[in-house]
T-cell receptor
Framework: GQQLNQSPQSMFIQEGEDVSMNCTSS?????WLWYKQDPGEGPVLLIA?????ELTSNGRLTAQFGITRKDSFLNISASIPSDVGIYFC?????????FGSGTKLNVKP | KAGVTQTPRYLIKTRGQQVTLSCSPI?????VSWYQQTPGQGLQFLFE???????NKGNFPGRFSGRQFSNSRSEMNVSTLELGDSALYLC???????????????FGEGSRLTVL
């Protein structure tokens, strides 16, 4: 099946630092999605990417759709305590969504 | 525009019982998916319904079932509950496969099931 490898698994950073996480796959995807999940809540869609090479920003968040269509990364600049949570990537192909295992972000004030 | 709504938010059951969870998708979304999330296991795909038909299915035993109604609302049922079924069950809706498919999936807040 199509699997996504998301890294790192967890991160501990200081407030104000920049953060980078990525997802890779051996399969090509038509769409990449990035989600954030707070404890006890459902994942919330942060950014959607539709074209290879596309770079999209949402406030302090920037995500890119890899040129090979097999990877994507998410950057968070100048992290703040409310960035704490689990970030998931998802690749979309043929009416199916494939999720990474998540990156748990911890931000120290 | 209302988001994906799941009920109940929390419930406690005992082993052997059965449970039904409900999901109302975003208006206009005909695709509804269900996921199980346990600590350390990420998001495990259960099944997806589109226009009242199960279109995709994950690797879960037959105790897990679902259905979708003509108004796109969906329910999932778990029979003969086991301790390992304790999890957050997430419903998500999308336009996937429809005329205006944007490829985006929107989640509800989840139903937290505890099996004692």
């Amino acid at each position: 099946g199509q699997q996504l490898n998301q890294s790192p698994q967890s991160m501990f950073i200081q407030e104000g630092e920049d953060v980078s996480m990525n997802c890779t796959s051996s399969s090509i995807f038509n769409t990449w999605l990035w989600y954030k999940q707070d404890p006890g809540e459902g994942p919330v869609l942060l950014i959607a990417l539709y074209k290879a090479g596309e770079l999209t920003s949402n406030g302090r968040l920037t995500a890119q759709f890899g040129i090979t269509r097999k990877d994507s990364f998410l950057n968070i600049s100048a992290s703040i305590p409310s960035d704490v949570g689990i970030y998931f990537c998802a690749g979309v192909n043929f009416n199916k969504f494939y999720f990474g295992s998540g990156t748990k972000l911890n931000v120290k004030p | 525009k209302a988001g994906v709504t799941q009920t109940p938010r929390y419930l406690i059951k005992t082993r052997g019982q059965q449970v039904t969870l409900s999901c109302s998708p975003i208006s206009g979304h005909r695709s509804v998916s269900w996921y199980q999330q346990t600590p350390g296991q990420g998001l495990q795909f259960l099944f997806e319904y589109f226009s009242e038909t199960q279109r995709n299915k994950g690797n879960f035993p037959g105790r897990f079932s679902g259905r979708q109604f003509s108004n796109s609302r969906s329910e999932m049922n778990v029979s003969t509950l086991e301790l390992g079924d304790s999890a957050l069950y997430l419903c998500a809706s999308s336009l996937l496969g429809g005329t205006h498919d944007t490829g985006e999936l929107f989640f509800g807040e989840g139903s937290r099931l505890t099996v004692l």
